[in-house]
């Protein structure tokens, strides 16, 4: 708790139980930064000038939230609601389209950072959508993260690695490695960029 730049209060009475109350400020970085600087905790990807280091724990936005966006491509709209939901705690933006159209349609309107894209689409199979934006300059260097709950052949997988950036099959804690492999993608487009 002291870490997080918060503390504990505790009301008790013999017989009749306790009451234990946790304080944490809505925004902990500073007393974060303050520990690591004295070497009481070890944060894995710190950088070392301070600027940079707020930058990673707060996001580049100030809002605790990575900037940057994203474009979710499933054919499945619940899908996406949800993923959306669950990718918006910690990305600032989440853009959806439910076929290869209406993907297209939001790259031509909207720059994003990263496309989460679906194998099966009602107008396009994954793969063909890859490889037409691999094969436009402007998105040539644009990651793309595969999220498909299909099981892939090992020469459909073989393939894919050299189209893709990832590859993630979607299963009960698949979200999890999603939003790593996304937060990653972003943390250096901000660093870069």
Not at 65 to 81: A, C, F
Request: proline share 3%; charged share 25%; glycine share 6%.
């Amino acid at each position: 708790v002291r870490i997080l730049g918060g503390k504990i209060s505790l009301q008790s009475q013999e017989g009749e139980g306790s009451t234990f109350t946790l304080f944490v400020p809505l925004d902990s970085s500073p007393a974060i930064i303050r520990h690591a600087r004295e070497g009481k905790i070890k944060l894995s990807t710190a950088p070392s000038p301070k600027a940079e280091l707020q930058k990673e724990i707060k996001g580049a936005n100030g809002s605790g939230k990575i900037e940057g966006t994203v474009l979710l491509v499933d054919d499945n709209m619940n899908h996406n609601l949800a993923l959306k939901e669950y990718l918006e705690f910690k990305i600032s933006t989440c853009l959806t389209a439910q076929s290869a159209k209406e993907a297209y349609k939001v790259l031509e309107e909207q720059s994003v950072n990263c496309i989460i894209l679906d194998m099966y689409l009602p107008d396009a199979d994954g793969k063909e959508v890859v490889r037409k934006l691999k094969k436009q300059e402007k998105y040539r260097q644009l990651p793309i993260i595969i999220y498909s709950g299909k099981n892939l052949s090992q020469d459909e997988e073989d393939e894919l690695e050299t189209l893709a950036d990832a590859i993630i099959q979607k299963n009960v804690l698949s979200y999890k490695t999603l939003l790593s492999k996304i937060t990653g993608i972003l943390h250096k487009a901000n660093y870069e960029g």
